[in-house]
């Protein structure tokens, strides 16, 4: 079956930054799309960024823009989100999400996603 792992989640001070790493396993990376979404207990899941294929097009949400970068490797089958300046308010479950390329006009949606990772968790503190 197809497997998302993330890994990279911590402890961090606010102001600092961390890298979080998806890796596909038995996905066709190229046909697919990724995201990254965040989630706080008894809160909605969030979009957060997301890439296409060829890595050509980005778009992420107004609360991290210009603080976190989400870039892909398709030689290894991973996608990285590169967060800086964090905020005690970035603290969630970062989950990485795969959707077919043919969803990018809707990608900041969670139901056009196929396949999720388990979370890694970021916490970051005062």
């Known amino acids: 079956q197809v497997q998302l792992v993330e890994s990279g989640g911590g402890l961090v001070q606010a102001g600092g930054s961390l890298r979080l790493s998806c890796s596909a396993s038995r996905l066709t990376f190229r046909s697919y799309a990724m995201g990254w979404f965040r989630q706080t207990p008894g809160k909605d899941r969030e979009f957060v960024t997301a890439i296409d294929w060829s890595a050509s097009s980005t778009v992420y949400a107004d609360s991290v823009k210009g603080r976190f970068t989400i870039s892909r490797d398709n030689a290894r089958n991973t996608v990285y989100l590169q967060m800086t300046s964090l905020k005690p308010e970035d603290t969630a479950v970062y989950y990485c999400?795969?959707?077919?390329?043919?969803?990018?006009?809707?990608?900041?949606?969670?139901?056009?996603?196929?396949?999720w990772g388990q979370g890694t968790q970021v916490t970051v503190s005062t």
């Open positions: 999400a795969a959707a077919l390329v043919s969803q990018w006009p809707t990608i900041r949606r969670e139901t056009v996603y196929n396949y």
